[in-house]
């Protein structure tokens, strides 16, 4: 439950917000991180890249943190869309994307995700 | 003469040591050197202490530079004398033994040290870790009497350690952390072949093991894992990583991070000292390998003749130096939207290649099995070369290169006569070529009845197909056989059959031994995998929680709006009031909004937040419920009506059958929902008849039926057999449903089963094969000792906590804009 600050104070810069540890998340895995606009997902893969995309599957909302993690994708836990974490685009057939944002991984194994980054696609 | 500058090193390993070799081929007198050496002996390469601990080499093997060379050369080493402090005002060193040496150039080498878990016992007598020679003859004492060690970090240092203990006849036993081998250079794939390899020369390997705590009073006893397991140790080796050395710099007010910082000139926060080796950082990266320290060497040495070169980071490649295991990675192999990947597994020869391509250029490397072709791809990385040209033969390695893409049936065809296809029948080249011309066969199943070949194990159903299609040409169509998914071409059944004929007891082991085309699976074939693995080998097979769909992996079904609905057991259909009065409580208590009743006689809670499940779940358990699995590909209910205990009309007592049926098969996985009804008669109150399997109480004893629906397709059951006792009719249902968990294919619902083998082909084994029935029974019986674990007391109890708490929250203005 921690209000956290952004760890840049540079006015209009990206604001990286640490979210925590690359070992809380699972791999082939996903974790949720609440804010007040609704949730990110924050993904795992196999080889322990980091992903945050919107926790809403274009369809119908489902809460991608919940699928199933194969290579760099996620399929949706209520009807089986497929969504690549890059770039937030639903793969095969199916047409839509989800916002995603940028993430990177300091040494020590944190984690930060800035929230003004990133796609912005759906907006 | 001139007056000769003075270089002062400070450490005396081998990025020093090929640093003044270079400068002394060049310069040989442009300094006067002094070198602080804190350990007793000369350079001696670190890289070979895995040969020494084997026995393959000795110390005198490995010696770089022996004493005559620092004499011919004019060095003054001070052996065992570590250097103390370093005053930059005075351009001095001084020394443990109190000498104090001016300079005018120094160079900082002070390397790394081991990095020691922080936990209790690590200062036990027989607690070593492996990075010089003091390391290896403590080893060596140790294992002169036997015994066990536990080597804690199965990298690089951590597996070399344990096969020079195997060698020196200790028993030994790898704890690493992460779920496989060397994860940070191999990816799964090769991290599941190394770990057999290493398994092979008899070293034991705990994957996923945290090491909780070093046992013993003076001396090492054993060690315990978080998991409260406990190994016998009589020594312990910490291999778990390396820290640079940086606190005679930071003493000395240089610039330190987790290294000391050089530029791209080799040159510390003060320029006239140099720094160079393992205790170095360099555009943020800390090196623990030899080949960039001799790059770093070779710059350090230019600098110190007034050069201009420039280190600007290295790219590095690791092989794993154990006799007889084959392994190489290097670069980046992690999967990316914009990158590609080319696989090549050979199951027989035990050989993984895996190449990482991005924009026509080679970015990542890893060979197990077959190295050979290492140097050259890591080349083609380095240099940056386009593939673009050579990408369809690329991963056969230098021999192909630019060749022509291979005709698939090139290996056939290249077989002589008498090489045998099909081991399990013996079934050779020339037989099957003959066969097919001969009777002018033309499918795979007229080959298979003519010749055997792959009718058995089926593993080599790909060559004989192979073969038919180079034997007939256009005329050979190969049977349409749906693969399991995208990622290979194998069939559920094949698949299968495959990983009991193979034994394979993982996911990567699948995926390896049966040439998966993708790294790590997809969601169609993982959770199949998983349940397959499950049914197949109980008690050995860990449980893969991240190929179960989520309903399975939080053991709750989740619902439209992201919510969970949970449903408790009840058995039979049967509850009380004190069941009731606990689930109005739980639905006070957590706001929950709907509250329904199921059609398989229990209630549904609807609409529970994921952070709530484990403590509604908490109470649920207070008062005696446990999960009702109504997520599972397993065991749903066992609908009963009220029999002899109250009907007039019922003949037996359903009730307590069904509640007898459910305490022996709940927490089974199948390969689909199970569910499952008891009637008191055949007026079938419970339904029986339209379920997966139904029991109808007749005066004579019990009616069994199976591959009843209900669903989208709605089908009456038919009768499989009768019998006289409720203990034949446990029995009779239990070696159904572990028929159907050899034989279903997952996602595959008893009645599809039923209508692809025949009800005939389930009587023979479960009615009238006596023994095959007891076979069946028992298995499921055993099965279900693993299987029978309340899944919410286990969470209650702490399990998987991760999965039922959000990572973080963010609360700032700016995150809601």
Not at chain 2, 326 to 353: C, H, M, P, Q, W
């Amino acid at each position: 439950m921690n209000e956290l600050s952004p760890t840049s104070t540079e006015p209009k810069a990206q604001h990286w917000f640490t979210i925590g540890r690359l070992s809380d998340i699972p791999r082939r895995g996903a974790r949720q991180v609440l804010l007040p606009r609704g949730p990110i997902a924050v993904f795992r893969t196999q080889t322990d890249e980091v992903y945050a995309i919107d926790d809403n599957c274009p369809h119908k909302g489902g809460p991608l943190s919940q699928g199933i993690v194969h290579d760099g994708a996620v399929t949706c836990p209520l009807h089986n869309w497929v969504i690549d974490l890059q770039t937030g685009d639903a793969m095969g057939a199916d047409q839509g994307c989800v916002r995603t944002y940028e993430v990177r991984k300091d040494a020590d194994g944190l984690v930060s995700v800035s929230l003004s980054g990133g796609s912005g696609k759906t907006e | 003469m001139t007056i000769r500058k003075k270089l002062v090193v400070i450490g005396n390993g081998m990025a020093p040591g090929r640093a003044l070799e270079r400068l002394l081929e060049k310069a040989p007198d442009a300094y006067e050197i002094t070198i602080f050496n804190a350990e007793p002996r000369v350079n001696y390469d670190r890289i070979m202490l895995s040969p020494v601990l084997s026995g393959e080499k000795s110390y005198e093997d490995i010696l770089i530079h022996d004493d005559a060379w620092y004499a011919e050369h004019g060095l003054t080493l001070k052996k065992g004398c570590k250097a103390t402090s370093i005053d930059r005002e005075k351009k001095q060193v001084t020394g443990a033994d109190g000498s104090v040496v001016d300079y005018d150039k120094l160079l900082i080498a002070t390397g790394s040290s081991p990095f020691i878990i922080p936990i209790p016992g690590k200062d036990l007598d027989g607690v070593l870790t492996y990075r010089d020679l003091d390391d290896v003859e403590a080893m060596l004492a140790a294992a002169k009497s036997g015994g066990s060690a536990v080597v804690i970090g199965g990298g690089l240092l951590g597996l070399e350690a344990a096969a020079g203990l195997t060698e020196r006849g200790m028993d030994v036993t790898v704890l690493h952390l992460m779920p496989t081998l060397m994860e940070r250079q191999l990816d799964t794939a090769a991290g599941y072949l190394l770990e057999r390899a290493i398994e092979a020369r008899g070293i034991k390997v705990r994957t996923a093991a945290n090491t909780h705590e070093i046992l013993g009073e003076e001396r090492v006893e054993g060690v315990r894992l978080d998991d409260g397991t406990e190994l016998p140790a009589d020594i312990v080796v910490m291999a778990v990583g390396i820290r640079p050395n940086g606190d005679l710099a930071r003493d000395a007010g240089l610039e330190v991070n987790r290294g000391i910082v050089v530029d791209d000139a080799m040159q510390t926060s003060d320029p006239d000292i140099l720094a160079v080796g393992e205790c170095v950082e360099h555009r943020g990266t800390a090196y623990g390998l030899v080949a960039p320290l001799y790059e770093m060497a070779a710059v350090v040495a230019d600098r110190l003749q007034d050069g201009s070169a420039t280190y600007t980071g290295s790219v590095t490649s690791t092989r794993l130096k154990v006799t007889g295991i084959d392994l190489f990675s290097a670069g980046d192999f992690a999967e990316g939207k914009d990158r590609e990947e080319i696989v090549l597994r050979d199951a027989t020869n035990g050989v993984y290649k895996r190449l990482v391509i991005q924009e026509d250029k080679l970015i990542g490397i890893v060979l197990y099995g077959d190295t050979k072709d290492g140097a050259w791809f890591f080349q083609l990385m380095r240099e940056g070369a386009s593939i673009e040209e050579m990408r369809e033969t690329l991963i056969f390695g230098q021999n192909y290169a630019g060749g022509s893409p291979l005709d698939p049936t090139a290996a056939v065809a290249a077989l002589p006569d008498d090489a045998e296809i099909c081991g399990c029948n013996g079934v050779c080249k020339s037989k099957i070529v003959g066969a097919i011309t001969e009777h002018g066969l033309t499918s795979l199943d007229e080959v298979r009845a003519r010749t055997k070949a792959s009718a058995s194990c089926g593993s080599c159903t790909g060559l004989v197909e192979q073969l038919m299609a180079f034997t007939l040409g256009d005329g050979f169509v190969p049977d349409a056989v749906q693969p399991m998914c995208g990622c290979t071409d194998l069939s559920h059944d094949d698949v299968r059959r495959l990983i009991v004929a193979k034994e394979l007891k993982s996911i990567p082991a699948v995926m390896q031994e049966l040439e998966w085309r993708t790294s790590c699976g997809c969601a169609k074939c993982r959770p199949a995998l998983n349940f397959y693995l499950v049914a197949d080998w109980p008690g050995e097979y860990e449980d893969d929680y991240q190929s179960r769909y989520i309903n399975e992996r939080v053991h709750a079904n989740i619902q439209k709006d992201g919510t969970y609905s949970v449903v408790p057991r009840m058995w039979g259909g049967m509850t009380s009031s004190q069941e009731l009065r606990a689930i109005a409580d739980v639905v006070d208590k957590f706001g929950i909004p709907s509250v329904k009743v199921t059609g398989g006689q229990r209630i549904d809670l609807l609409g529970v937040p994921k952070e709530n499940l484990p403590a509604v779940w908490a109470d649920l358990n207070a008062a005696g419920m446990v999960s009702g699995h109504a997520y599972a590909k397993g065991l749903r209910t066992v609908k009963t009506c009220v029999g002899t205990d109250w009907c007039r009309f019922g003949t037996q007592d359903s009730t307590g059958l069904g509640v007898k049926i459910e305490k022996m098969m709940w927490g089974s996985w199948t390969p689909h929902k199970v569910k499952m009804a008891v009637s008191g008669c055949p007026r079938n109150c419970a339904e029986a008849t339209c379920k997966d399997i139904g029991v109808i109480c007749v005066d004579s004893g019990y009616e069994l039926h199976v591959g009843g629906a209900a669903g989208m397709h709605i089908k009456g059951t038919e009768v499989m057999c009768s019998v006289e006792t409720e203990a034949e009719a446990l029995e009779y249902c239990a070696a159904v449903v572990q028929l159907y968990r050899e034989q279903g294919r997952y996602l595959e619902r008893i009645y599809k089963w039923m209508d692809r083998v025949g009800l005939d082909a389930i009587r023979e084994q479960v009615v009238e094969d006596e023994a095959k029935r007891t076979a069946l029974f028992e298995k499921f019986l055993y099965s279900q000792r693993f299987a029978q674990k309340d899944p919410w007391a286990e969470r209650v109890a702490g399990k998987d906590a991760h999965e039922f708490a959000p990572m973080n929250r963010i609360a700032m203005r700016e995150a809601a804009e």
